[in-house]
């Protein structure tokens, strides 16, 4: 994961590094194991000491990593209510609110972060894939082009951009094929996309 840095008046940056949680949306979904924690925490601004915020992350993380959703949810939710601009723990409740499959409710806190910190690409990342797996990859395609804008070294989001060009270019091919069925030269490219993505040929 790449490093955010944020800067403030007082010169003074602190940046915390997170393992990324895994998970899966949808086989045909940008890949949904990318999830990652945004890097660049601003801690000075809640006045709490640095290592009580971290272990109430680790804390949360490690309900999420032993699937205990709700209460996972619940430790993000207490938290938030004491600390509700909080992007770290923002960022991690999106993570559950996905996990428990609760997309919508994601993709909310997810942009809502993405307007509050626009300088973070993952919650860019993660609404991206939450686009994907809705098969809207236009969509998908433009949150990752944000991400990329604000951290180009951002592999993640560089690998899901290409499954994105590879979705988009199904569809053109899928189209292609409707509208002329015996085009010979997209049929190979349209089996390499599906065997690329391990799905089965469609008639």
């Known amino acids: 994961m790449q490093t955010s840095v944020y800067t403030f008046q007082k010169a003074t940056s602190i940046v915390l590094m997170w393992s990324a949680l895994t998970g899966a949306i ?8 990318n999830y990652g924690m945004p890097l660049g925490v601003p801690a000075v601004n809640y006045g709490t000491p640095l290592a009580l915020n971290v272990d109430e992350y680790t804390k949360v993380t490690k309900l999420v990593a032993a699937k205990q ?7 993000a939710e207490e938290y938030l209510e004491k600390k509700p ?11 559950v609110l996905t996990e428990m499959g609760k997309s919508a409710d994601a993709m909310s806190l997810f942009t809502t972060l993405t307007q509050d910190y626009p300088e973070l690409p993952e919650p860019y990342n993660n609404l991206a894939v939450l686009y994907a797996a809705e098969d809207q990859f236009e969509q998908a395609r433009i949150a990752l082009e944000m991400a990329i804008r604000t951290n180009p070294s951002y592999a ?3 690998e ?15 189209k292609a094929l409707q509208i002329e069925p015996n085009k010979t030269t997209v049929q190979p490219k349209l089996a390499l996309i599906r065997t690329l993505f391990g799905t089965a040929a469609k008639p």
């Open 26 to 33: 949808s086989p045909l979904a940008v890949r949904a194991q």
């Open 156 to 158: 993640t989001a560089h």
């Open 160 to 174: 899901n951009m290409g499954d994105v060009y590879l979705k988009l270019a199904s569809q053109s091919y899928s």
């Open 85 to 95: 601009k909080d992007p770290q723990m923002r960022f991690i409740k999106g993570v």
């Open 69 to 75: 959703l709700q209460e996972a949810l619940a430790k």
